[in-house]
């Protein structure tokens, strides 16, 4: 391509290759990846943006990391799950308060952090 744009089979590519990157913790490479133009907010085919992967999978420096790159704390995937909801599901202390932190919408999605929080004795990590 004499543009140097990618085409949608490399784009899926690289996309796969940044959702596992979040997935494993790998916040020096997937910044890496956002920092060279991927957006901080791109998805799969579920709608798991980078944030709702690194957080269901407990890594609150890749978390702190895309967020410090504009990545929306309350985007909801085709579930309509937000990437809090998840990490109190999975018990994710840190991601928990990164996230609150971070300014989450305790009140979106389905269930919600709030309601995820008392169905998993969790609601301590939710005051203050």
Do not use: W
Not at 27 to 44: I, K, M, R, W, Y
Not at 67 to 74: F, H, K, T, W
């Amino acid at each position: 391509m004499s543009n140097g744009a990618l085409t949608g089979e490399q784009t899926e590519r690289v996309l796969a290759i940044a959702a596992d990157l979040a997935r494993e913790g790998d916040t020096a490479q997937l910044a890496e990846f956002v920092d060279h133009g991927l957006p901080a907010d791109a998805a799969d085919a579920s709608g798991n943006t980078l944030l709702m992967l690194a957080a269901y999978h407990g890594h609150a420096g890749t978390v702190r990391a895309l967020l410090a790159r504009g990545a929306d704390p309350d985007l909801r995937n085709a579930r309509d799950q937000t990437p809090i909801a998840g990490a109190l599901f999975k018990g994710e202390d840190e991601v928990v308060a990164v996230l609150r932190d971070a300014g989450a919408d305790l009140d979106a999605g389905t269930p919600t952090a709030r309601a995820a929080a008392t169905l998993f004795g969790r609601e301590h990590l939710l005051a203050g």
